[in-house]
């Protein structure tokens, strides 16, 4: 299942575990990512939190958890190649992997076609 926040964040969860990262909406908007700020292994997020930064070279922007959890795992190979981001968002572009603390928080995020919608008005 994945799910989308009105910050243009998605998170896939599989079992107890989402994994998060921008979406194409995002990473079209923000243009050639650059530089990562990922949150350290171990770090407990509440929904809405910055959990990092993403810099591109029209702007930076901070990335904000759509789930509360504890972060298990970031992705090095996006640390080391941003541009994974822009190539791809959805796979492998993801930004770090947590512990989901309340499942119940992903019945407020949409789903694909609900993001869709929201993202061609935005």
Known sequence: MI??????????????TGTVGITVHAQDTLGDIVFVELP???????????AGVVESVKAAADLYTPV??????????LRRDPALANSDPLD???????????????????????????????
């Open 3 to 16: 799910r989308f926040s009105d910050e243009h964040v998605w998170v896939r969860v599989e079992g107890d």
């Open 40 to 50: 350290e292994p171990g770090r407990v997020l509440q929904a809405k939190d910055v």
């Open 68 to 77: 509360s959890g504890t972060v298990t795992q970031v992705n090095e190979a």
């Open 92 to 122: 492998d572009g993801w930004f770090f992997k947590l512990k989901l603390s309340n499942a119940g928080e992903l019945d407020a995020l949409m789903d694909e076609a609900a993001y869709a919608r929201f993202s061609a008005n935005a």
